[in-house]
Each structure stands twice: as C-alpha cells, then as structure tokens.
C-alpha cells in the first residue's frame, strides 16, 4: 500500500473501533466513513465486506494487547498492566465479537499469542509468590474475559472491579 | 392448582431448567416433556409459549437464590455463600436470558429483591471489616455477573475463579 492509502486505512480501522463501541456491530459504514475522514467508495474499497472491517479492528486491537508492556515494571506491575489492557481487549472486541467468525486462522493464532504472554506472566507470580500457586493463566484469562463482558453503568465501576480480581490472585 | 397439577408443573421446570442448560433455548419441548415424564400436551396446556417456559424457569431461580442461607453462617460465611448461589443463578439463566423479554415486571422484581439481599451483605462486610470500603453491593453483583458468563471449560476452573474475586473483596 502506499503511504495514503495506508494511513486511510489506520484512520478507517481507528474510526471503525469507535462506532462500532458506540453502536455496535451493525453501524453505519457511511458514519464510520465521515468518522475517518474519508470517502465512502474508499471505504468500500478497502472492505468490501462488514466482516472484512471487523477482522480488521480485531487485528487492530490484538496488535494492542500483545505490544510491549514498559520496561520498568516489576513482574506484579506487568502482570497486573497486562491484565487491565486484556479487559480493554474483550470490552473493546464486544460490539462485534459474535457477529465474527471464530475458528478463523485470525482468532486462532491471537488466542495462541494471547496465552504465550499470559503463562510466562502467571508463571512469573507463581514464582515470585504474587499469584496463589492453584491459579493458572487459564482461570485468570476466564475471569477477566467475564469481567470484560460485563456492563459497567457507573464511573470507575469497571476498574474496581478489575482492583479485586488482581488483589484475589494474591495469596 | 390440583396437587398433581402443580407437581407437574414442578417436574416441567425442573426439566426445562436442566434441558435447557444442555441444549440451549431452542431445545426441543419434546424432550423437556419426556424427561419431565409427562405427555407434550400436558405441557403445551400449561406453557403454551417457548417464553412463558423460560419465565416459569426464571422465576424458579430467583426463588433458590431469595431463599434464606443456612442460620449458622458468620456474616462473612453469609456473603461468600450468598454470592457463590449468584454465579449459579447467572450460569443457569445464560441458556435462555438473551430469549427473555428484560423490562418485564418479572425481572424488575427480581432485579430489586436481588439487591436488596446483595445491599445488606455488602454493608455487614464494610461494617465487619471483611469487605474494602469503596466497594459497593453493584460493583459486586457486576462482577459475578461478568464472572458467571464466561465459559470455564476445565474442572473446578468457575469455583476458583469465584474464590479469587470473593478473595479480592477483602480490604
């Protein structure tokens, strides 16, 4: 892609993962198109298809969760860092999540990269003595995705709510 | 209701709430009606509509979850037992909730004597030291209810997800 094209379609994907949010799944494209700042036969063109955007936001928000976390935390402030970003994750892939394909190769390898950062971050608590021995990457990844799925009304509800679940995996 | 009518009924609930589990919303009335051992007609003389069996299942587990706790329970016994019957009743209704009309007299009511068990349990554990200070009964029952729709395929892996977030209250 050339370098406009390129950043069009940076700016439709960012616009996407807004109105999708505020929407939902069956948003206007043409909203999504003045949202970004571009033509509707340029969104069109890119994704020609509903699905083709969403594969495109879920790409957007894996690339997110997998990227370095800041070097100067120690192994609980990573742990703990992750995991509030992987609760932005699911909440931010709700909108469209069921109407996705979900044994694509797309959802297969982000849930592989999602676990290859999870066990070595449990593991570390598990031998740092910051997460109780029983807990597994699994269990914390089943708990936060509920979490993320839940709907908040109240301001700060949704962190308070991660505050406990991080605080329980303490011994 | 003659007593063999209102037996039937029981057993029809208590079929639809186990059939339902396993099959979904769409499972079959056939299928509910054998296993309640009565004929389908007795079952569509009594639940004509798909919906009036899922309020009738409803119903049912708002009922076990209002029920009263087992007298020799500390306040915090009471909390911790209290809020672990929520995941069930979450877990139960998941087959069916998404079918259910939601501003219904029937949820609203469900809705206001969940809160008002919830409300009083969380006071007793800021009063008792036993649960943190900015935690509210809300923050609670949004984080079970994120907690007990999320899927938990390995054993055991819901109740000590349950066990991490009940830990996690503690100030």
């Given at each position: 892609l050339r370098a406009d094209a390129r950043r069009n379609t940076e700016r439709?994907?960012?616009?996407?993962?807004?109105?999708?949010?505020?929407?939902?799944?069956?948003a206007s494209f043409e909203e999504i198109a003045r949202r970004a700042g571009v033509g509707s036969a340029t969104l069109?063109?890119?994704?020609?298809?509903?699905?083709?955007?969403?594969?495109?936001?879920?790409?957007?928000?894996?690339?997110?969760?997998v990227a370095s976390l800041p070097e100067n935390l120690t192994p609980q402030g990573a742990l703990e860092e992750w995991f509030r970003r992987f609760v932005r994750f699911i909440?931010?892939?709700?909108?469209?999540?069921?109407?996705?394909?979900?044994?694509?190769?797309?959802?297969?390898?982000?849930?592989?990269?999602?676990?290859?950062?999870?066990?070595?971050?449990?593991?570390?608590?598990?031998?740092g003595g910051f997460v109780q021995p029983d807990i597994t990457a699994d269990d914390v990844l089943r708990m936060f995705s509920g979490v993320g799925?839940?709907?908040?009304?109240?301001?700060?509800?949704?962190?308070?709510?991660?505050?406990?679940?991080?605080?329980?995996?303490?011994p």
């Amino acid at each position: 892609l050339r370098a406009d094209a390129r950043r069009n379609t940076e700016r439709i994907v960012e616009a996407a993962t807004a109105v999708f949010g505020e929407d939902g799944a069956g948003a206007s494209f043409e909203e999504i198109a003045r949202r970004a700042g571009v033509g509707s036969a340029t969104l069109y063109r890119r994704f020609p298809t509903r699905s083709a955007l969403f594969e495109a936001v879920y790409e957007e928000q894996v690339q997110q969760l997998v990227a370095s976390l800041p070097e100067n935390l120690t192994p609980q402030g990573a742990l703990e860092e992750w995991f509030r970003r992987f609760v932005r994750f699911i909440t931010g892939k709700r909108a469209f999540a069921e109407e996705m394909a979900h044994d694509t190769e797309l959802v297969r390898e982000a849930r592989a990269r999602i676990y290859a950062i999870a066990d070595p971050l449990v593991h570390a608590g598990h031998e740092g003595g910051f997460v109780q021995p029983d807990i597994t990457a699994d269990d914390v990844l089943r708990m936060f995705s509920g979490v993320g799925l839940a709907d908040y009304p109240r301001a700060g509800q949704r962190d308070r709510v991660i505050e406990i679940c991080l605080r329980g995996l303490r011994p």
